[in-house]
Nanobody
């Protein structure tokens, strides 16, 4: 499975970004899809995740500002981020799980700054 994430960039506080991540290869067996982030000096942490049945999970720090969704036909997961804050600045990574293992994308930088 290969993952291609995009959509990062520089945005002002209060702005929005949408991060898509497309899976290719043996992507038909994917159940779990998620987004993590890692800021300099910090550990990688969960932002949000979604199962194939639509069950979602969010970090407390992003609840109410972030929505995760997926298109199973396109094997793509989306992270819609609104009301962005400077503390959201981090490299964002998408990840998917198959019954065999987890896969990680290359990361996309999100910078929130005025």
């Amino acid at each position: 499975v290969q993952l291609q994430a995009s959509g990062g960039g520089l945005v002002q506080p209060g702005g929005s970004l949408r991060l898509p991540c497309a899976a290719s290869g043996s992507s038909g067996s994917i159940n779990y899809m998620g987004w993590y982030r890692q800021a300099p000096g910090n550990q990688r942490e969960l932002v949000a995740s979604i199962l194939k049945n639509g069950y979602t999970n969010y970090a407390d720090s992003v609840k109410g500002r972030v929505t995760i969704s997926r298109d199973n036909a396109k094997h793509t997961v989306y992270l819609q981020m609104n009301s962005l804050k400077p503390e959201d600045t981090a490299v964002h990574y998408c990840t998917v799980n198959t019954p065999r293992r987890a896969y990680w994308g290359q990361g996309t930088q999100v910078t929130v700054s005025s």
